[in-house]
């Protein structure tokens, strides 16, 4: 094992069982895309470019949704068991009373061990941590807190609408309640060193994170970012570039952090760049490769 994977979590956790992740869109949206002194939202959104349930006008029911995610996966990989991902946008910024009805009604159904919530740093207000902390006495409960970079004038940059200390204080609150934090990172924002990256990566650590997840920066079409890497004042890293530099950032984790993503969108009509012309099994290849060279 190079590093521990997400899959060789949910075996250590669910020993002799097959377990999936659906991901859903609940059609919720974002506290920065609404807000007037953050209009917009962050340079590099754009959601249709990774969940396909954006792309579809109704959106369906969520359990649609989860239905025919089941249907799939127990027909394609004999799944046994799954984890409710509720993905799209940020996943806390509802009332209380919403958002208890929109995961009671997602975890309604036979078979379904975990709970996984994506959302923002500043969108975790403690009346939700107690929410939430209320699904760990019968599921496995993850909060995916998106964070990028550990560097606040990286986050003024890309106009994320928070500070690290957001994100420090989120963490902190959540301790202690039964829930497992994982934090996403994007590798090669704009004017970030390998230093930099390196620096974010040692800071979530230090708070005792459970998860990570990797993406390298990558430009979606309708994006403000789009339009940056048209004018010539964003690059993205090569296939080249990124392989060592993610094999020196793993390096950095502890061993029994969880990696549950290594590396961003590669394909698909929303994706400019960057293009590697390689799909992420033969990333993964490249990086066990490059893993083992170092031993």
């Known amino acids: 094992m190079l590093f521990y994977s997400f899959k060789d979590y949910l075996k250590d956790k669910f020993p002799g069982q097959r377990v999936y992740k659906i991901a859903l869109d609940a059609g919720l949206s974002c506290p920065h895309r609404t807000a007037d002194t953050r209009l917009g939202g962050c340079i590099y959104c754009e959601n249709r470019s990774f969940s396909p349930y954006a792309r ?28 409710i991902y509720f993905q799209a946008y940020t996943n806390t910024f509802a009332p209380v009373d919403k958002l208890k009805s929109l ?11 975990g709970l996984t919530i994506g959302t923002r740093p500043d969108c975790v207000p403690d009346n939700v941590l107690d929410l939430i902390t209320e699904y760990t006495k019968k599921y496995l409960v993850w909060l995916e807190l998106g964070l990028q970079s550990a560097h606040n004038r990286t986050l003024e940059l890309i106009n994320r609408g928070h500070t690290y ?21 994007i590798l090669g924002l704009p004017g970030e060193t390998h230093q930099d990256m390196f620096e974010s990566v040692r800071k ?28 010539g004042k964003v690059k993205t890293l090569s296939l080249q570039d990124y392989i060592p530099l993610i094999c020196d950032v793993i390096e950095l984790l502890p061993k029994d952090m969880v990696v549950i993503r290594i590396v961003g969108e590669l394909r698909g009509e929303y994706l400019i760049a960057p293009k590697w012309g390689v799909n992420k099994n033969q990333v993964m290849q490249m990086i066990g490769q490059e893993l083992s060279r170092r031993q």
């Open 56 to 83: 579809i006008s109704p959106l369906p029911p969520i359990k649609d949704q989860i239905q025919h995610a089941m249907n799939f996966y127990r027909k394609r990989y004999k799944a046994d068991k799954f984890i």
């Open 165 to 185: 200390q957001t994100f420090e204080d989120a963490v902190k609150r959540t301790r202690g309640r039964n829930i497992s934090i994982a934090t996403h990172l």
């Open 204 to 231: 979530v650590v230090a708070l005792g994170i459970d998860g990570i997840k990797f993406h390298h920066l990558y430009i979606a079409k309708n994006s403000r970012l789009a339009e940056l890497y048209e004018q």
């Open 103 to 113: 995961y009671d009604e997602a975890l309604a159904y036979p078979d379904i061990v």
